[in-house]
């Protein structure tokens, strides 16, 4: 291999030593300008690795001279959005659930941000669209065991249903009626075939009729004479088209039997104030939302305050 | 790989210096820049009395609220097909100029022709006509010179400014927008904006010229592909004009020479600074500068004027036989450009009846998913839907929205309860927007597991008019 220079006379550049078919190469040296903004990239990186994590060390990565991390700029965006809705998560939590309806905008805000807490915290039992499942209450529809207003609502969501050592949870106690023997076998069937009869399933018959006789003795303190049930125990009605565990004769004498305990845990140690009340908003809103009404026996059943709109 | 003395690729501006000329094209070129640049400048400050729920600007592309208005029209983005539509008619209809008078395009509206001309006006009015334009660009850097030139470069600067400053005045309430520009306020891309349409058109207009046209702009290419035999083109009758000669010449040797006296005339006037006398070609713009500049020399010696004229290829070969020369009128209609002029029409055509039949009320509905269906305690089925009202009149509706196609329906929104139920339900739609109902709807348990009906929305005013949408009842 030749050690001279060659010199390409055209252009005047050092041509390449090696050769391919008669086909050389010239030896052009790269641009100024490039050659610097090279330069210039590596000093960056350098400069970048330092100041941001990036070497790998044994357990972790070097954490960089600024301390910035992903993790924490998620925190800085989460508490500034925090921050920023905040004014109005203060207006919720100061505002009585039933004056909620008549501030549409505080409403509908109450209502989004209920939708939000509820994928996290009430989908688990409930299901994404609040529909329920065998023992947990579909959230869409109009039947309620404790109350469907506003107030009710926020209140079955603060205290819980059945919530043990929490004094002012729901609660109420369905005796197992078959298995402590309150009833006999024959009498849980006759039942059985009486509130078949009322929730409009079966046609009366001899059972049926002994049965009427077994439910206004043991059932009525609670579910009402008619079978309505009655909201301050969490009775269910028992005349509606809705079951929670299901309407079927089998199902019906199992509940009989054993009783059903249904359980939903308290919010009010997990949640704050202004969650709950978004919540309930939000459960309102599904589609059986009761508008609000006065406590007392004079006035029950008259609304004082519709929703809105109304 | 570049051998040395090679000859460069690389070919440098001649500086063109086009003489004033007057005459029927001069003038029409006159004409069509005063309307060009009125329609430029005039329009954003039209108003047009929408009433109070819209802007009051005649032609105005609201780009942050997506509408664009112009005039009594209003288009909202999912209209945008009639923008297209309207791109469509500009291209068909630069087909249908290119196929029956050549590139008028270039000639006469094109933004780089006409502010181009503009700027070689303020040219002459500060340097003299082409000699002494020429005296000076040849003449060394002096006082004199430099004041001329700086004079030249801010008037050029000025008419870049205001072109650029319009341009912001189309997509913001123009009043308003002058004020926040000249008080700091307005948004960085407006600034932005005017200074990039600034700077091109000082540098396109003042510097680049013909050099766009000659070598930036595709349209010339298209063209060239576009133009037949049967075009209007710029021609020179060289069977009529050579062999060139002075008057002397002529009248020494009679018989001998053509009608061209070589007076350099349509050289001198070019914009683009060809010589058309070498045919047709990418250069020429077809202003007709050269044929006022003939036309009068011709006028001057007592010859017929039209040395230099439009023609189409075709004539220029019947002319050559012996023909007389066509009227320009005629060749205008024929089946190319009467199909181009039905395909344009067509279009145009379409739009205006769609734009005259269409709706200004939209109903979409989406069912809800999940649960799909709800069974409430008296066995009846609820169905959810979220129903999208969109209202595209400036003012307030109020509307009906009534289910159709299934009997016994009852209808209630989230603002209602079922107490309140019927078999359709009222909303009052803002003004040029979109309303969004949550809807429940009932029917007796009893039926098919799917059930398709329609959502119908009805305004209830005089003007009435309506939509509405297929949707599907699902039970267990």
């Known amino acids: 291999m030749a050690d001279e220079k060659r010199i390409d006379a055209a252009t005047g550049t050092e041509i390449k030593h090696h050769e391919w078919d008669g086909i050389q190469e010239l030896d052009t040296p790269l641009p100024r300008w490039w050659l610097w903004t090279f330069y210039a990239t590596i000093l960056f990186a350098i400069g970048y690795t330092i100041a941001y994590p990036a070497w790998p060390m044994i357990d972790r990565a070097t954490s960089g001279l600024l301390g910035w991390s992903s993790r924490g700029a998620l925190d800085r965006e989460m508490a500034a959005r925090d921050k920023q809705i905040a004014p109005v998560r203060q207006a919720i939590a100061t505002t009585p659930i039933e004056a909620l309806p008549g501030r549409p905008q505080l409403m509908q805000a109450a209502v989004e941000g209920g939708r939000a807490a509820f994928r996290v915290h009430c989908v688990q039992c409930h299901g994404s669209g609040a529909a329920g499942s065998k023992g947990y209450p579909n959230l869409n529809d109009d039947d309620w065991l404790w109350g469907g207003d506003l107030a009710a609502i926020e209140k079955t969501i603060t205290d819980g249903v059945r919530n043990p050592g929490h004094a002012a949870t729901r609660q109420s106690l369905m005796p197992a009626f078959g298995k402590d023997q309150l009833l006999t076998a024959e009498q849980v069937d006759q039942v059985v075939a009486h509130v078949r009869v009322i929730s409009g399933q079966d046609k009366p018959g001899a059972a049926s009729q002994a049965g009427a006789k077994v439910f206004a003795d043991n059932c009525a303190v609670c579910h009402g004479p008619a079978g309505k049930g009655m909201r301050e125990l969490g009775a269910p009605n028992l005349t509606d088209a809705i079951w929670l565990y299901g309407g079927d004769t089998d199902t019906i004498r199992e509940t009989v039997w054993n009783s059903r305990h249904g359980v939903m845990p308290r919010w009010d140690d997990k949640l704050d104030k202004a969650t709950i009340r978004m919540l309930a908003a939000y459960v309102h809103s599904l589609g059986g939302g009761e508008a609000t009404r006065v406590e007392t026996a004079a006035a029950a059943g008259k609304e004082v305050m519709g929703d809105a709109g109304q | ?476």
């Open chain 2, 1 to 476: 790989m570049l051998m040395a003395g090679a000859p460069s690729l690389y070919e440098k501006r001649k500086g063109v210096y086009p003489k004033a000329v007057d005459g029927f094209y001069r003038r029409l070129k006159w004409a069509i820049m005063a309307v060009t640049l009125a329609i430029y400048w005039g329009t954003p400050w039209l108003r047009w009395d929408r009433g109070p729920y819209a802007p009051d600007q005649a032609v105005l592309i609201d780009l942050a609220h997506r509408r664009f208005y112009m005039f009594s029209i209003e288009i909202w983005p999912h209209e945008f097909y009639y923008v297209a539509g309207l791109l469509i008619m500009a291209g068909i209809g630069l087909f249908l100029v290119t196929s029956a008078v050549g590139r008028a395009w270039c000639g006469y509206a094109c933004p780089q022709t006409v502010w181009t001309d503009l700027y070689q006006h303020v040219e002459r009015f500060i340097d003299g006509d082409r000699n002494a334009q020429l005296k000076l660009a040849k003449a060394p850097w002096s006082a004199g010179k430099l004041a001329r030139r700086l004079v030249k470069w801010s008037v050029w600067l000025a008419i870049a400014f205001i072109t650029g400053g319009a341009w912001i005045f189309y997509f913001a309430d123009a009043p308003t927008l002058q004020q926040q520009f000249w008080s700091g306020t307005a948004a960085p891309v407006a600034y932005a904006t005017v200074g990039v349409l600034t700077a091109t058109t000082f540098i396109l207009g003042g510097f680049m010229r013909e050099q766009v046209c000659i070598y930036m702009c595709p349209w010339p290419r298209i063209q060239t592909a576009m133009l037949d035999e049967k075009s209007l083109v710029v021609t020179y009758k060289e069977w009529r004009g050579e062999k060139r000669g002075s008057l002397k010449k002529a009248e020494a040797h009679p018989g001998e020479f053509g009608d061209c006296i070589d007076c350099n005339q349509c050289v001198a006037v070019c914009p683009t600074g060809i010589d058309i006398r070498e045919g047709p070609q990418i250069g020429c713009i077809t202003c007709a500068l050269c044929i006022d500049a003939c036309d009068k020399v011709m006028a001057q010696i007592g010859r017929p004027r039209g040395l230099i004229d439009y023609c189409t290829q075709d004539d220029a070969e019947a002319e050559k036989k012996g023909a007389p020369p066509k009227p320009v009128l005629k060749t205008l209609l024929r089946p190319r450009t009467i199909a181009y002029f039905a395909i344009w029409a067509s279009i145009g055509g379409a739009m205006l009846f769609a734009l005259g039949a269409r709706t200004r009320l939209d109903i979409s509905a989406q069912q809800d998913r999940n649960p799909i269906f709800v069974r409430l305690s008296d066995g009846t089925i609820r169905n959810a839907y979220t129903v999208k009202l969109r209202n595209m009149e400036a003012r307030p509706r109020e509307v009906e929205v009534s289910a159709t196609g299934i009997t016994g329906a009852k209808l209630w929104t989230d603002a209602g309860s079922r107490e309140t139920a019927g078999t359709s339900v009222r909303a009052t739609v803002p003004a040029d927007s979109v309303a969004k109902l949550r809807i429940f709807l009932t029917l007796p348990a009893a039926g098919p597991a799917r059930q398709d009906f329609a959502f119908a929305v009805r305004a209830i005013d005089r003007e009435g008019g309506g939509d509405s949408e297929p949707a599907r009842f699902e039970r267990p």
